[in-house]
């Protein structure tokens, strides 16, 4: 069965919201676990908050709400901002929703490489993907994840493979009718394909290529505006974050309330991917780097603009330090990955 999209989902009522705020989610990702968690659990409302989600199909969905004011804050990775930027849209990077700021961490262990027996692609062999269409979502960090593991494999990953555009919701039924013969995607999408397609295989997961690194945006605009409730989101995304680290299994149910069509093994195991570690090191400015070479290579983007350009964290470096409580489960940064 396929996830279905809704379009807006909110908490519970508040008698008086102190600031309504609309976020978006994209892609069909778990990813989104902390902005659930916090509507759930109430820690929105506790900061004075009162969250709504839109439904969005991609990241750059995301950015148009946004631009348009149907948004406050999207859902999107540095390489798809970027492109967007260039295309005139302006908004600024206020937190890390996911990362790893220790350099120790396989986060793209998030995204996995599907195909049918049959296709002539082996189980655990990337190298069987030369001369096959893959489909995956043009232009996103799934993209960024097959260039890069591809080319670790000998592949490459503009030459030796079609590249064809699905959108994240497709992936798994274009899989199943046969219009590509492997699809690369985030999770829970792989999960998923390989529970409805009797013969998919696992042709490669993670590998550590990439860093799985999102962020969520506002536009400068309502940033300078509305600095209160900008913190109030930080802070209160900070404290969603660690309850969703810290209980997967309860973050799991809360989930399954919203995410339709999955079996609760699949968000469980999607969870387990995600580290939700806000914090900023050398290792993020790496993996921001690496993004923007990307969408470079791939002619998305003429030029890469620099990682101050696109963010503006004192709200995050704020709450880092009023807030330490909310970051104390995470592993320390070794000291030569400090900024």
Not at 197 to 207: F, K, L
Not at 273 to 284: E, I, N, P
């Amino acid at each position: 069965m396929l996830l279905l999209p809704l379009m807006i989902v909110g908490g519970g009522a508040t008698a008086a919201p102190v600031a309504p705020m609309v976020v978006t989610s994209g892609g069909l990702c778990i990813c989104h676990a902390p902005i659930y968690v916090g509507i759930a659990k109430g820690i929105f409302e506790k900061h004075g908050l009162n969250l709504r989600v839109l439904r969005v199909a991609s990241g750059f969905e995301g950015l148009t709400a946004v631009q348009t004011g149907s948004a406050h804050v999207a859902d999107a990775v540095m390489a798809v901002v970027a492109q967007a930027a260039a295309q005139g849209v302006q908004v600024k990077a206020v937190l890390m929703a996911n990362g790893d700021a220790t350099g120790k961490v396989p986060t793209d262990n998030y995204f996995a490489i599907i195909a049918r027996r049959g296709s002539g692609v082996r189980e655990g062999r990337l190298e069987d993907l030369k001369g096959k269409k893959i489909g995956l979502p043009r232009g996103t960090i799934a993209h960024q994840y097959f260039f890069y593991a591809a080319q670790a494999k000998g592949l490459d990953p503009t030459r030796d493979v079609t590249i064809q555009h699905v959108t994240p919701a497709d992936l798994p039924s274009a899989l199943q009718s046969g219009s590509v013969d492997a699809i690369v995607a985030w999770e829970p999408i792989p999960l998923q394909a390989l529970s409805m397609i009797s013969d998919a295989v696992t042709v490669y997961r993670g590998g550590n290529h990439i860093q799985y690194l999102f962020q969520r945006w506002m536009s400068p605009r309502y940033v300078a505006t509305n600095p209160g409730t900008v913190k109030k989101f930080v802070v209160a995304f900070a404290e969603a974050a660690q309850y969703a680290r810290m209980n997967p299994d309860e973050t799991t149910d809360i989930l399954m309330r919203d995410f339709r069509g999955l079996s609760r093994d699949t968000v469980r195991r999607s969870l387990g991917f995600l580290t939700f570690d806000m914090r900023v090191s050398k290792a993020t400015l790496e993996a921001v780097k690496q993004g923007f070479e990307f969408a470079v290579r791939v002619g998305a983007l003429k030029q890469a603009p620099s990682f101050e350009e696109m963010t503006d964290l004192r709200f995050l470096t704020q709450v880092l330090k009023e807030y330490p409580q909310f970051f104390r489960d995470l592993p320390p940064i070794p000291e030569n990955l400090r900024l």
